[in-house]
């Protein structure tokens, strides 16, 4: 398998052949209701950015399924690896990067930076996308074309 050394390419999807469209996100859950109980850090909005600001020393992994990473946004370049699939997927994940991890609100984040820091990969953290929205971080979104019409 070839591996990859650069991040040119803006996301791998490495998930099964479901169809996800017709699935909704899931509600926005409270940290309340979902403790962060790994053991890599979660990072904050800041922390994330210091670590954007050095790309070519980063890769970012997002365990979410398609769906919610078009409904809800994600970061400009990254890897799109279902968390069923990480530890099948580590040969496409540079080893010579920091990583850090992304779902919703970091919880299937860092249950995968906890995955990867056990395989020797340079974890920074796990970060929830709707997290760093909430503070006040900028997410990409992805515009869906219109379908186009019949033709008649």
């Known amino acids: 398998m070839k591996k990859f050394t650069s991040l040119a390419v803006l996301a791998i999807v490495l998930s099964s052949s479901a169809v996800f469209a017709a699935e909704e996100a899931p509600k926005p859950a409270t940290a309340e209701a ?3 109980t790994a053991k890599s850090p979660k ?3 800041t922390q ?3 670590l954007l600001a050095n790309p070519e020393k980063l890769t970012v992994i997002d365990l979410r399924r398609p769906d919610e990473i078009s409904k809800i946004g994600g970061f400009p ?3 799109n690896i279902q968390i069923s699939e990480l530890e099948k997927s580590l040969a ?3 080893k010579d ?3 850090i991890t992304v779902s919703n609100h970091a919880g299937r984040g860092g249950k995968g930076a906890d995955l990867l820091a056990s395989k020797g990969f340079k974890v920074a953290g796990a970060v929830g996308a709707q997290d760093y929205e909430a503070e006040g971080g900028t997410l990409t979104k992805i515009a ?3 379908p186009k019409p019949e033709a008649h």
């Open 34 to 36: 979902h403790p962060y």
């Open 43 to 45: 990072l904050t909005r």
């Open 48 to 50: 994330v950015d210091a």
């Open 77 to 79: 370049a990254y890897l």
């Open 92 to 94: 496409f994940i540079p």
């Open 97 to 99: 990067r920091s990583v």
């Open 144 to 146: 869906v074309p219109p």
